[in-house]
């Protein structure tokens, strides 16, 4: 229910600390300290403080008790899949970010386990971590863990469900748009794309990124709703392209939804007898160095900034962790890299 709700009972939610210690006939900075288990309290005041904020069902801040622990200088960053490659610039990006402020680090890998997820959070805890970066495996929004820690927590990647809990993530819906606005800007205007599975909210973005640039130019994206959505990988970005070349001989540019399936467009683009980028321009995602440098021609793509991403969520954990609190999901902008497979479209006749 929400707390507006008629008959509902919204103790829990607006007692202050301020009033545990007036029930209790105490200080807040005795409330404060009984309540963490400080020194320097009596054993009355303790006992009267305890009962008074059992009596008013009070709920302490977590970041404001996270603020009253003996700091350790040390992070927890946990991650549900280390091997998983968008994860490690990530990690290199928090890492910097909490080296340079003379943190240090324990890195811990639930390898997409809730259970080992719990159980790795718990380790940190007992390490006495003062915050914890949560980095997705996906850009899929996940559940907030499932039991709250008492120290500040932010996810990256993947973000919490929860707008409480404070969430940075890459803008996949600009990445659609950035791709389609720069294949127009050279010429072209019958666009089709070739996208991951649709189980991934990077492929929905990119795709509702896409379609409304391509709207915003009076156009329509070619081939969809039929040809859109498909597996991550070369195989798919061939046997799709094939498809759509045949029945959409002329399109003229291709937003491939990976780097990965943008090599299979691009295969298939040159078995039909078309050239890239004079007849097919191409665009993937994610600026794989080994892809697209590898591509002929190299191959224009999205970068996610990904190590930019772990450190403005490492520098953001760290704000936290000083009682600078935000919530909410942050996407952070990414950016176009243009190379020799979309070169602007030739005039018609020449040379």
Do not use: C
């Not at 927590?153 to 659609?176: C, K, R």
């Not at 001989?249 to 780097?259: E, N």
């Amino acid at each position: 229910m929400s707390d507006d709700d008629s008959g509902t009972d919204t103790t829990a939610t607006t007692v202050t600390l301020a009033d545990v210690a007036r029930a209790a006939g105490v200080s807040v900075a005795t409330a404060s300290k009984a309540l963490n288990g400080k020194a320097h309290v009596s054993a009355r005041a303790r006992e009267a403080v305890t009962a008074a904020a059992s009596a008013l069902a009070f709920v302490p801040n977590p970041f404001a008790r996270a603020l009253n622990r003996a700091p350790t200088n040390t992070i927890g960053m946990l991650t549900s899949d280390l091997d998983n490659r968008f994860v490690l610039p990530i990690l290199l990006g928090a890492e910097d970010a909490f080296g340079a402020g003379s943190l240090s680090v324990l890195l811990a890998d639930a390898r997409d386990s809730v259970l080992r997820e719990q159980l790795q959070l718990q380790s940190l805890l007992t390490r006495r971590v003062d915050g914890v970066l949560v980095v997705g495996r996906t850009t899929n929004p996940r559940p907030p863990m499932q039991s709250k820690p008492n120290v500040p927590v932010v996810y990256v990647y993947a973000p919490s469900t929860d707008d409480q809990d404070l969430s940075f993530e890459p803008d996949n819906e600009l990445a659609g748009r950035l791709a389609v606005d720069h294949l127009v800007a050279v010429g072209r205007r019958r666009i089709a794309i070739v996208n991951g599975e649709d189980t991934y909210a990077a492929a929905r973005d990119r795709l509702r990124g896409a379609a409304a640039a391509t709207e915003d130019h009076g156009l329509e994206l070619v081939g969809t709703p039929g040809l859109v959505f498909g597996s991550w990988n070369e195989a798919w970005g061939r046997q799709a392209t094939v498809r759509l070349l045949e029945a959409h001989p002329d399109v003229d540019a291709i937003v491939a939804g990976s780097d990965h399936i943008a090599r299979g467009v691009m295969d298939a683009v040159r078995e039909s007898g078309r050239r890239i980028p004079d007849d097919v321009a191409v665009v993937g995602f994610d600026n794989w160095d080994i892809l697209v440098e590898g591509a002929r021609p190299h191959l224009t793509s999205v970068d996610m900034n990904l190590q930019e991403l772990g450190r403005l969520a490492a520098e953001a954990l760290v704000d936290t962790i000083d009682g600078n609190v935000r919530r909410g999901r942050v996407r952070n902008p990414v950016q176009l890299v243009v190379r020799g497979s979309s070169a602007p479209a030739r005039e018609p006749g020449a040379h």
